[in-house]
C-alpha cells in the first residue's frame, strides 16, 4: 500500500508540474483536471507564445513624441537598479510575472553571476495611462564606477532617470558620480528609495515583489519627464548610443532618432565612415528585439542594416537618410582607458580564435582599446586598455564564458607619458610627448625630460569612525587630500587626489576590508602630474627577463622589486644550478631571492607497476619543457609568468 | 605438496654456494669501470650464447640445464638435476615436475647472480623471456605512507586466492608466449603473510607452464612481524631464494611514525633468521627524509645496519603520497614536512658509506656487494619483459601467444575481490592494455636504463633501436652538452650513462633527454611504413 500511495503520488505530482510546463508553453497536451489546481490555475502568459504574437510588426506611429519618455535608472551597486526594472517591466507586460525573472536586463552570464549589469540595456515598455498608451523607452545602466562611461552614453539618449538609493546604504560616492553626470546632462531626475525588496517613492510604498505601486513610478515618468524635443517631419537624424554583434545577423545597432522616420528598405549613411546600407529590419526591445514598420523620431529601437565589420557602427556616430545629409550629432565623449593589461592566447596555436573573440567584445564594449603586442615568453597578443578592473575582470570573464577563450592577463598599468629630451627620440616618434602603455618601452631617463603619470580624483564616502585608517591607506598610496566633509550626521566624504596606479591593483579592495565594506569610492579622471618614474628590471642570473620589467614610482621600487622576487622564487621549479633572482634599478641591484640548485631529483621506487606513473609524469614533464621560456639558461615555465604577471583581483 | 615440506632440513644443509660467485667489490660504474656488458661478438642476435659477467662460474651443459624446452608444448621436458643435459619429447607429471623444480632450485642456489645482468643470459629471445611479479594485496595493517595498492581483509579466502593466482599465471604465461620466467618476485601488500603453500603452487604452476630455471630469483617481500623462522623455512622449501625485508628504520618512533607493527629489534632478529636461510641473499630496505629525522641520527642506523645486513641494501627517500596519514599529517601541521636538503644529504651520504663499505650502487635506491643484485628489478630497468599476476599487477610484454607483436603495457584489475571474479570468469583479470609503441618503449630504455649505474650501453640501446645509435641522438645536441660538461652524464664508449651527482638528480635530466629523443625520431629517416 504504502509504495503504490509513494508512487501514486510521485505520479500524480509530476503530471501536475508537466502540465504546468505544458501550459506555460502553450503547447498542445492532455488537459488537466480541473481538481489539478496547480496546473489549472496556472495563469501566467506564456512568455514565448506571446512573443512569438508579437512577432507581427508594432505600428509605432501610434506612439506620438508627446506619448514617448525615455529615462535610464542610475544607481550605486547593488542598490536595487535592476530588480525595479524588472519589475517595471513585468508591470507593462514584457515579461511574465513569475519568480524567475531575476534582473531580466542583465543578459549577461557575467552580468547575472556577479549581480551586477555591464552593459546598458534598452526595454520599450507600452503602457496605458489616463487613456493614453504611452510608450516608455527604459535604459538600464551599469551601477559600478568602471562603467560611468556606460552611463554617460545611455543618458544621451534621455530627458530624464530614476535615482535609485538604497535606504539602508544610504548615498553612496557612485550615487554623487551619477546625480552628476544626470544633472550635467541637463535631465529630470526623480529620486527612488529602494529598502531592501521594498521600494518607498515618494512617501508611497511599493512592494517589489507583488509589483503594486511601482505604478506610481511609472505615473512619474510620464509626468515629470519632458517628452523627447524631436520632429518627426525633419529628415532622419539617429543616434548610435549602442551596438551589439550577432554570429548570424551581424551588428545591431541600438538607435535614437532625434528627427525623422526610418523604416525597412531605407539608405541610410553612416556620417562617420561615409558608407551606405540598406535597412533590413527596424524595431524595438522588448526586451528582446521586436521588428517594428518604423521607428519615429523620439523613438529608442534597433536597426540592423547589414554592418558585418565590428568597425562599421562606432558609438557615437549618426545615421542619416541616403542623399539627405545632416548635421551629426554631438559624439560621445569617447570612453579613455585606465588600465592597460596585457592579454595573450594560453596557446599560441588559439591566436586568431582569440583575435576574432576580442573583436567582436569589442563591439559590444567599445570602450575597450586594442593594441598589438607581443612578449618573448608568451608570444603574439595585444595590450588591452580598460576603464578599470572591474571592466577588466568582466572582459576576461566574457571571453572565457561567450567564446569559450582562455588567456593569460598581466599585470595592469598605466598610461604614463614621458616628456623626450633627446632630439633623435622626437624625430622618431615624432612628438615630444609620448604615452607608454607597455613598460618594455619606457625611455630611459637620460633621453627625458620629465615622466608624467596619470591622476585621478578619487571620492570616498565613508563612516566616521574608519576616517583614520582611510586616511592612513590613502597617504601610503601617495595621495594628497583635496576636501573633507561631512555629509550627515556620521558620515564623511574624503576627496583625494591619487596617482592612478596606486589604486589599479588593489585599492578598492582595502578600502572594503578596512571599512568592513562600508566606504564607497568612485574616481574621475585628473589629468597628469609629474612623477619620479623609475624602470624596474628583473635578472635571472644576470639576465633581464623582459616580460617582468615595470615602471613603478621611485619610492615603490624597493618594495616592489622584492615582492616581484619572493613570488618569482615561490613560482621557479629548481634547476639543476643555483638561480639568482634579482630586481635592479639600472645597474643597482634592490633586491635578491635565491633559488638553490637541486641536489636530489629522483623518483625513489621505481619498479614495474611506477613505469607507467613515471613516464606519463615524464611526457607531461616533457612537453612542458617546449613550452619553457629560456632566459639565460635558466627555463621558466610560462605559469611561473603567469603566477608573477597575473593579476590579484 | 606435503611429500615437498617433507625435504626443509634436506635444503636446509644444502652447501652455501656464496664463495662460488663472489667477485670483488666492484670498481666504480660512475666514472672508470670496466666494459660491463657483453664482449661477445654474436651480441644482439636473437639466439645469443649466454651472457656471462665474469667470475661466474661457467658449467658444462648449463645453457640446457634443468630447462623445459617448450613453454606451451603439451609435450614438455621435465626439470632434471642440473648438469645432466635433458631430452626433449619426456612426459610431464605435474607432482614430480614441481617436486623437481624445489630440487633443482635447491642446487641452483649454490650460483650466484650475474654481477652485471645486463643482457640476455640464455639462448632465449627476449621476446620469449619474462620476469614474473605476483602481487599478494593484503597487509595487516595500513603503514602510514603507503599508497600501494593493499588492503586489510577481515577474513582471506586463500584457498580461493591461490587458485586465481594460479589461473592468472597460467593465463597470462600462454598469452605472452614465454618459454622462459627468470625470476619471480612474490610483492605486496604483504606476502609473508601468504602461506608458503600459496607460494609454492604459484611456483609450481610456472614451471608446469614454463621453463623456470633452477637459479631463478624467486624474491618475496617479508615483514619483521610477519614471518618467524619456522615460515621462513617454509618459504624456502616452497621455492624462495631470495628475501627482501622491509625493514624501514632501526628507530622505534619512526616505525611508529611509520604505522609499522614491528620494533627495531624484531627487525634485526628477522635479519639475523633470514640470513640463516637465504645467506647472501637477504636484502634490506631502510626509508630517509623522514619528517623530524636528521642526518647524523640516520647514518647512525645505516651504521648500524652495516653490522647486520646481508649483501644487499635499499635506501629510499620517503615520497609523500595523497592520500596516506602521513600526508594527511603534515597537510595539517601536524607534522614537519619533510626537509628536501636534509633528505639530500642523508642520501649523498649514504651512498658514499655504502660505497666505503663495498657496495656497488647498481641503481638510484639499490646497493650490492658480492654480485647480490635482484635480476628481478633490473629486468624492469632493462626493459625485458614482465609479467603481472594478481590485483592491480602491472606488466609489459607481447602477447605472442595471440599473435601480437607488440609489447602492451598491461594493468590488472585493482580490487581483489573483483580481480577474483575476473578471474575465475576469463582466467585473467587484466582491465588495460596500453600498446607501447617504438618510440614509447625507448623512451622506457632510456627512463629506465639511466637509473643504473650502467646506464644504456650501446649494445643494450641497439637491440631495441638498430638504426639510430646513442650518438645520433645525443651528442650534437646543446642542452645534452652542457649536461654532460656539467659532468653530470656520460656519453663514451661504453654508452650513455649518469655520473655519480647525476645520478641523484636524473629526474632533472630525464625532459631535456626525452625531447631531444623524440626529436631525433621525428628527424630519422622516414620508415617505409608511415607512422611506423
Given amino acids: 500500500m504504502w509504495t503504490l500511495a509513494g508512487q501514486g503520488c510521485w505520479r500524480g505530482r509530476a503530471l501536475a508540474a508537466w502540465a504546468t510546463r505544458a501550459a506555460r508553453r502553450g503547447l498542445p497536451g492532455p488537459r488537466p483536471a480541473p481538481t489539478r489546481g496547480a496546473a489549472a490555475e496556472s495563469k501566467a502568459p506564456d512568455r514565448s507564445y506571446s512573443s512569438a504574437d508579437r512577432k507581427e510588426t508594432i505600428d509605432m506611429s501610434r506612439f506620438p513624441v508627446e506619448n514617448t519618455r525615455n529615462f535610464s535608472i542610475i544607481a550605486h551597486v547593488d542598490h536595487g537598479k535592476s530588480t525595479l526594472a524588472d519589475r517595471l517591466l513585468e508591470l507593462t507586460g514584457a515579461i511574465d510575472k513569475t519568480k524567475n525573472n531575476k534582473q531580466v536586463l542583465d543578459k549577461l552570464q557575467v552580468e547575472r553571476e556577479r549581480g551586477i549589469t555591464v552593459k546598458a540595456q534598452t526595454a520599450s515598455l507600452f503602457y496605458d495611462y489616463e487613456g493614453k498608451q504611452y510608450l516608455l523607452n527604459l535604459i538600464d545602466t551599469p551601477g559600478h564606477v568602471d562603467f560611468s562611461y556606460e552611463v554617460s552614453r545611455s543618458l544621451s539618449a534621455c530627458q530624464g532617470v530614476l535615482l535609485v538609493v538604497d535606504a539602508n546604504e544610504g548615498i553612496q560616492a557612485q550615487t554623487v558620480a551619477n546625480f552628476f553626470l544626470a544633472f550635467e546632462a541637463q535631465l529630470s531626475v526623480i529620486p527612488v528609495i529602494n529598502k531592501k525588496t521594498w521600494f518607498y517613492f515618494q512617501k508611497s510604498q511599493i512592494s517589489a515583489k507583488l509589483g503594486t505601486n511601482v505604478e506610481s513610478v511609472l505615473q512619474a515618468v510620464i509626468k515629470r519627464i519632458p517628452p523627447p524635443k524631436v520632429h518627426r517631419k525633419n529628415p532622419l537624424r539617429a543616434l548610435v548610443f549602442d551596438s551589439t554583434f550577432d554570429q548570424y545577423r551581424g551588428v545591431i545597432a541600438n538607435v535614437a532618432l532625434f528627427d525623422g522616420v526610418v523604416s525597412k528598405g531605407d539608405k541610410i549613411v553612416s556620417a562617420h565612415t561615409q558608407k551606405t546600407y540598406e535597412v533590413n529590419e527596424v524595431g524595438v526591445l522588448n526586451p528582446n528585439e521586436q521588428p517594428t514598420h518604423k521607428l519615429y523620431a523620439g523613438q529608442v529601437g534597433y536597426l540592423i542594416a547589414g554592418m558585418k565589420d565590428v568597425t562599421e557602427a562606432q558609438i557615437g556616430d549618426t545615421l542619416y537618410l541616403h542623399k539627405r545629409p545632416v548635421e551629426p550629432l554631438p559624439g560621445f565623449k569617447s570612453a579613455k582607458p585606465m588600465v592597460f593589461a596585457g592579454m595573450y592566447p594560453v596557446d599560441q596555436s588559439e591566436y586568431n580564435n582569440l583575435k576574432s573573440a576580442i573583436e567582436k567584445l569589442t563591439l559590444n564594449d567599445s570602450s575597450v582599446t586594442v593594441h598589438r603586442d607581443s612578449s618573448l615568453a608568451l608570444g603574439a597578443g595585444w595590450r588591452l586598455g580598460f576603464l578599470g578592473l572591474l571592466h577588466m575582470e568582466v572582459f576576461n570573464q566574457r571571453l572565457e564564458q561567450e567564446y569559450n577563450a582562455s588567456v593569460i592577463l598581466t599585470t595592469p598599468t598605466v598610461p604614463y607619458k614621458a616628456v623626450l629630451s633627446s632630439a633623435k627620440l622626437i624625430k622618431e616618434y615624432r612628438e615630444k610627448e609620448i604615452t607608454i602603455i607597455n613598460p618594455a618601452q619606457f625611455p630611459d631617463k637620460s633621453k627625458v625630460t620629465e615622466y608624467l603619470e596619470p591622476i585621478v580624483l578619487g571620492t570616498i564616502i565613508t563612516p566616521d569612525e574608519y576616517t583614520g585608517k582611510i586616511i592612513m591607506l590613502c597617504q601610503a598610496r601617495r595621495a594628497v587630500q583635496k576636501n573633507m566633509m561631512y555629509i550627515d550626521q556620521n558620515r564623511i566624504m574624503l576627496k583625494y587626489l591619487f596617482p592612478l596606479n596606486e589604486i589599479v591593483v588593489d585599492f578598492y579592495d582595502s578600502l572594503k576590508s578596512l571599512s568592513s565594506g562600508y566606504a564607497s569610492f568612485d574616481y574621475e579622471d585628473a589629468g597628469y602630474q609629474t612623477a619620479e618614474l623609475v624602470k624596474l628590471d628583473i635578472l635571472l642570473n644576470g639576465n633581464i627577463v623582459e616580460e617582468l620589467v615595470t615602471v613603478v614610482h621611485k619610492d615603490k621600487a624597493y618594495a616592489a622589486g622584492k615582492a616581484i622576487c619572493e613570488r618569482l622564487k615561490d613560482s621557479l621549479p629548481r634547476q639543476l644550478f643555483e638561480i639568482a633572482i634579482q630586481a635592479a634599478l639600472g645597474s643597482k641591484i634592490i633586491a635578491r631571492e635565491t633559488v638553490k640548485a637541486y641536489r636530489k631529483n629522483v623518483l625513489a621506487k621505481c619498479y614495474g607497476g611506477d613505469i607507467t606513473r613515471k613516464m606519463k609524469l615524464l611526457k607531461r614533464q616533457t612537453e612542458g619543457k617546449k613550452k619553457l621560456r629560456k632566459v639565460g639558461n635558466v627555463e621558466v615555465p610560462k605559469d611561473a609568468f603567469i603566477k608573477v604577471l597575473k593579476t590579484q583581483i | ?532
Avoid at chain 2, 639462448?123 to 602481487?135: E, N
Fill in chain 2, 1 to 532: 605438496m606435503k611429500l615437498k615440506l617433507k625435504k626443509f632440513s634436506d635444503l636446509r644443509k644444502r652447501k652455501d654456494g656464496r664463495a662460488a660467485a663472489v667477485s670483488a667489490p666492484v670498481p666504480s660504474r660512475w666514472r672508470c669501470g670496466p666494459e660491463p656488458s657483453r664482449r661477445r661478438s654474436d651480441a644482439g642476435r636473437g639466439h645469443a650464447a649466454p651472457f656471462l659477467p665474469p667470475g661466474r662460474p661457467t658449467r658444462p651443459g648449463s645453457a640446457h640445464t634443468g630447462r623445459f624446452a617448450l613453454g606451451s608444448s603439451p609435450s614438455r621436458v621435465l626439470a632434471r638435476a642440473p648438469g645432466r643435459p635433458t631430452t626433449a619429447g619426456g612426459t610431464a607429471f605435474p607432482g614430480v615436475r614441481a617436486r623437481g623444480w624445489v630440487k633443482a632450485a635447491k642446487m641452483a642456489q649454490k650460483r650466484r647472480l650475474a654481477e652485471d645482468a645486463g643482457g640476455p643470459r640464455g639462448p632465449t629471445p627476449g621476446s620469449q623471456r619474462a620476469a614474473l611479479y605476483v602481487h599478494w594485496p593484503y597487509c595487516e595493517k595500513r603503514c602510514s605512507y603507503c599508497n600501494f595498492n593493499k588492503y586489510i581483509p577481515r577474513g582471506v579466502d586463500e584457498a580461493a586466492m591461490r587458485r586465481c593466482l594460479v589461473t592468472e599465471a597460467q593465463t597470462l604465461l600462454q598469452l605472452s608466449g614465454v618459454r622462459r620466467v627468470e625470476s619471480v618476485f612474490f610483492g605486496g601488500g604483504t606476502p609473508s603473510l601468504a602461506s608458503p603453500h600459496t607460494v609454492a603452487a604459484v611456483l609450481e604452476a610456472v614451471a608446469q607452464a614454463t621453463h623456470l630455471p633452477a637459479d631463478s630469483e624467486v624474491t618475496l617481500e617479508a615483514n619483521p612481524t610477519s614471518a618467524p623462522s619456522s615460515r621462513l623455512a617454509a618459504f624456502r622449501a616452497a621455492g624462495v631464494n631470495r628475501l627482501s625485508i622491509g625493514l624501514q628504520s632501526l628507530d622505534d618512533t619512526e616505525l611508529q611514525l611509520l604505522g609499522r607493527t614491528h620494533s627495531a629489534s624484531d627487525a634485526l632478529q628477522m635479519l639475523a633468521e633470514a640470513r640463516r636461510h637465504f645467506p647472501g641473499r637477504v636484502s634490506v630496505d631502510l626509508m630517509l627524509g623522514l619528517p623530524a629525522q636528521h642526518v647524523g641520527p640516520w647514518l647512525g642506523q645505516l651504521q648500524k645496519l652495516l653490522h647486520h645486513c646481508d649483501d644487499h641494501v635499499s635506501l629510499y627517500q620517503l615520497s609523500l603520497e595523497r592520500g596516506t596519514a602521513l600526508f594527511t599529517q603534515v597537510q595539517q601541521g601536524s607534522l614537519p614536512a619533510p626537509d628536501p636538503e636534509l633528505a639530500a644529504e642523508m642520501y649523498q651520504e649514504g651512498r658514499a658509506v655504502l660505497r666505503e663499505a663495498g657496495f656497488r650502487q647498481y641503481e638510484v635506491s639499490n646497493f650490492a656487494r658480492n654480485g647480490a643484485l635482484s635480476t628481478h628489478n633490473w629486468t624492469y630497468w632493462q626493459c625485458g619483459q614482465y609479467l603481472g599476476v594478481g590485483p592491480g599487477a602491472h606488466g609489459r610484454f607481447i602477447p605472442q601467444g595471440a599473435g601480437g607483436h607488440t609489447r602492451e603495457a598491461r594493468i590488472q584489475t585493482l580490487e581483489p575481490d573483483n580481480w577474483m571474479k575476473e578471474v575465475m570468469l576469463f582466467g585473467h583479470g587484466t582491465r588495460k592494455r596500453i600498446p607501447l609503441g617504438e618510440l614509447a618503449l625507448l623512451e622506457e630504455v632510456l627512463a629506465m636504463g639511466l637509473r643504473t649505474d650502467v646506464g644504456i650501453t650501446h649494445q643494450h640501446w641497439q637491440r631495441f633501436e638498430p638504426q639510430l645509435t646513442l650518438w645520433d641522438v645525443f651528442v650534437a645536441d646543446k642542452e645534452v652538452q652542457e649536461l654532460l660538461e656539467q659532468g653530470l652524464l656520460l656519453l663514451d664508449h661504453r654508452g650513455l650513462r649518469c655520473s655519480w651527482e647525476g645520478l641523484a638528480v636524473l629526474d632533472s635530466m630525464l625532459p631535456t633527454l626525452l625531447s631531444r629523443l623524440q626529436e631525433a625520431w621525428q628527424q630519422r629517416t622516414p620508415s617505409p611504413v608511415p607512422g611506423g
